[in-house]
């Protein structure tokens, strides 16, 4: 099934927001409409894994490298692009800055990132629905106008202007080499903040649909690093409730937070 135009993605491009321009372009409804179409092609579906969005895109489009449709401003390792903090929370549907969005952007690979929650170019939390109370769908109104259910244009949408979070903050102001590490840290720290005591990092924990504020668990997590009361607190309990370990050192009595 070729599609007539198939541009290529633009650099940290997001797989379904790509796959929803190719859609708009070649007169689909909607992303949904041409993953339909696609069946021939493989097993694809609205809410498949970005990695499998990532492969249909190359049947699709004119992907020549998957790097395209990574984020841009992380760096990942093969080890870490498969760990904990990255591929299981991932989020699928769409999430985006609306002040990029008015200003003609694509949608960005990043945004699907849980752990990143505001738009690096203007410090705006990234949102999945509207102020109607609609979510975002993967339709053509995303890319052109703003929200499908009340009309709201994206230009509508107006600034916060509130501050960042604090680990947005120093996020925002490290390498792009260093940051996959600091969610990595912050994310086995808000999970901490979750599951006080597990020494079984599970990433099933940490699943968008059991977590109902990421802007507060990663914030929660990021005291948890920073602020020697909180830390102190968490190390003081850990000591008790998991003074059967002692035996094993204080990596085992701390962990995962241990020198
Ligand atoms: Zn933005
Ligand atoms: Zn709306």
Known sequence: MPLIAH?????????????????DINGYFDLAELIDESSSLGKYRLNSCMDSLSELAAQLGS?????????????????????LPFKPVL????????????????????WHVMQITHCEHHHE????????????????ALLSYGCSTCGKAWCEFE??????????????????????NFISDITAAALTRVRPYDTIVDSHHLKPKHVVSWLEL??????????????EQWLSSCALVRSKFKALGNRAVFYPFYR
Request: hydrophobic share 40%; with cysteine.
């Open 159 to 180: 600034e916060t202007k509130q501050e960042l979070p604090s680990f947005m903050e120093v996020f925002f102001k490290l390498e792009i080499q260093q940051r996959a």
């Open 218 to 231: 990663l914030g929660a997590g990021y005291d948890l690093l920073t602020k020697p009361a909180v830390y």
């Open 91 to 110: 989020i699928r549907s769409p999430r985006i800055c609306p002040i990029c969005m008015a200003e003609g952007a694509n949608i960005k690979a990043e």
């Open 125 to 140: 939390a990234l949102i999945d629905h509207c102020s109607c109370g609609a979510k975002f769908t993967w339709d053509e």
């Open 7 to 23: 541009p290529a993605p633009e650099s940290g491009e997001s797989p379904a927001g790509y796959l929803l321009r190719l859609a």
């Open 63 to 83: 992907v020549n490298h998957f790097e395209l449709l990574s984020p841009k401003s992380i760096q990942h390792n093969a080890n870490q692009v498969n760990s």
